[in-house]
């Protein structure tokens, strides 16, 4: 077939061939098929320098307003402007052309977490069908959780957890609560049933709780619910041996440390960036109440962010806010007592379409004027306030220049930042407009917040908001497509210049709605997840599935469990954040200037390199010495004197090698007739052993000795207990056989004994007066060659009587026990 471009004259074709000698021959200008506009500026003969000044000065138009918007929305289409003067109310159109970007690639997935739950899942399934076995459960247990706070204060993170423990309580779970500092929450807990420890001390190393061990039933915690960023000393604890495998959630409401990363990579602060990673890589599961804390936390996200979304924090704050604001608000903002004010919201996100967003709202706003009258001064009584940015932005001559472009009246369109004064604008509205048509992935907060403070909200029908609002129920909804809708809603939501019965009506139904949004998403999302984590041994009762819970608790807040207590506390919180962050970053450079000292005043210790060679050469002479001492000692001497206890030691001292398993206690224990062993595993259980010369800490594993103590390695002199799995087979009966393995060259005392750290952790050891009663007992040989134990009587629940061991021993036993006459 021909085509149409052929058919041109001759002389035509070739003027243009000659004119385009630069283009290839294999596509011919006048062969290339050509649009109705190519084809119109040919035929028309327009003068094309006059062409190119018109699109030069459209564009320069086109930037010169571009320059006043925020950065985040400074690319934008040629013809932005041009479409968005159609005001057809189709919005689709706009999509489709692809000049609106809606931010629908704006989205947080946990695609790891849940890849990794998924796979856990595939790998029981499939064990259970290839072996065929199903684990037989006893069950003479409940699963145990632990719910850490910084702080008992009464704010909405209590709320939450009350809430959340009551759920979980009702279908199996037991709980026990520790915290940091009390509070008034103390109480509420306590009225649940939910007993509560608070921490001694502040510092990591002073927290001293067996976290595998529940105080009551004496078995291991299942699972720990952190709250706030504030636990980090508390989650420093989960980061050593041996509780860095227990499951932790950890669940964080604040954005100021997400705000203060940035200043860390800016002003060299690395070190302190990568401790927080190492902590944000410790918990398990990273919860946030929103999908929009993940995306800033990025920095940090090692792959185990989740989203449970719903919080009491917005109802919380709405009733300050209403407490806060009794006065009128209005007349502080400058607006008189029969204004009708419109507030316009929107996303938390910014992206490129949220300005021509808010100027197609305002567009179907602007047939209201003319239904409003004007005061004295020719100002009218209807304004709108435009909710959005931040204070840093310059989204402020944004929104200016669209109200002059639509020819909006002077005054009647102000821009504030969202960061500035959100409350005293929202509290000031009469009608709330959500102006952003962002598919959230949750309920939009700053919906939740004006509902809870008693304004009717109009907003678009997304997914998300139709499923919590019905329309001219609690709620206005209008279509996306249609934003003509708007003004028709508006002007029913308004009589005679005033909010009418039915937008008064529609606000009450939704402030009860808004107060308990979402809570039964948060309950059974906890449940949901921890079923997702916790891998429970045999002897424990599995709980009922999260669907089992009752509707009663999943209806709302235990709002009537905080009802007695003031809510001033929620106000400090963020003071209270920023302060500690302010004290973890001053710990932090303090710690790196003591760092640089202590290098330096290393690099000044290698000038003793000298000694070296001498030191070598004494050490082998001290073994040599050791090994002739050694045989002397093996033998059960009588106890000397003090004084011969003494130069005894001053032997030991010069004759002790490099290993350093010598120190002063070993100077004390020389001259005792008992020395009680402690094996422990790791950092963590530093907290819970003895530091007297009565004791010695047997180290399971070298990395998690202590320094500078007369700790004994025990993997030097077992090596089996450097294999992990007999480590934990043998548990600390592998401390009694590396003390057993060649013990005259590790113990020198007549006595021996060994003693858990777990019992210090029970508050279960020796007590003072039982070490000297048991020293006074070997001393004075009372019972000859024996073999003691030692229990704590009166923690025992049974021994209301608080009866000796052996009057216990036969009540419990229908006097079977053998009873010494010469023991008390």
Known sequence: MGSLETALPLKRESLLRSSSAGRTERYPFSQRPRSRFSRFLLFRKLDYLQWICTVAVFLFVVISFQMFLPGSVIEKSQDSWKELDMVSGDLLSLKETGTLDFGEDIKFEPSK???????????VNNLSFNFSVTQRRFGYKKPQLALVFADLLVDPQQLLMVTVATALQEIGYITQV?????GPAHEIWKSIGVPVTIFQSKHRMEIAVDWLMYEESHSQYDGILVSSLETKVVLSCFMQEPFKSLPLIWTIHEKALAVRSRKYTENGQIELANDWKRVFNRATVVVFPNHVLPMMYSSFDAGNYYVIPGSPAQAWEADALVALYKDNVRVKMGYGPDDIIITIVGSQ?????????HALILQALLPL????????????????IVLSGNSTSNYTMAVEAIAV???????????IAIDEDEGSVLSASDIVVYGSFHEEQSFPEILIKAM????????????MIRKYVDDRVNGFLFPREKIRVLTHIILQLILNGKLSPVARNIASVGKGTARNLMVAETVEGYASLLEKIIRLPSEVALPEAFVEIPSKLKEEWRWHLFGAFSKSAYEERTLRISRSLDKIEE?????????????????ESFLYDIWKEEKDNE????????????LKDRSDQPHGTWEEAYRGAKRADRSRNDLHERDEGELERTGQPLCIYEPYFGEGTWSFLHHSSLYRGVGLSSKGRRPRADDVDAPSRLPLLNNPYYRDALGEYGAFFAIANRIDRVHKNAWIGFQSWRATARKASLSRTAELALLDAIQTQRHGDALYFWVRMDMDPRNQLQQDFWSFCNAINAGNCKVWADYS
Not at 406 to 414: C, D, E, S
Not at 587 to 603: L, V, Y
Not at 619 to 630: T, W
């Open 113 to 123: 977490l849940i890849e990794k739950f998924e796979k856990e899942a595939r790998d």
């Open 178 to 182: 520790f915290s940091i500092e009390d």
């Open 349 to 357: 996100f910014l992206y490129r379409g949220l300005w021509l967003e």
């Open 369 to 384: 004027f003319s239904k409003f009258p004007f005061d004295d001064n020719s100002i009218s009584r209807l304004k709108i």
């Open 405 to 415: 472009n639509l020819h909006y009246p002077r005054g009647a369109v102000k821009h």
């Open 452 to 463: 809870c403070i008693g304004k009717p909200i109009v907003a678009p029908d997304l997914h």
């Open 587 to 603: 710990q932090w450079n303090r710690t790196q200037r003591e760092s640089s000292r202590s290098i330096t005043s290393i690099d």
């Open 619 to 630: 050490i082998l002479n001290a073994r040599k010495r050791r090994e002739e001492e050694e």
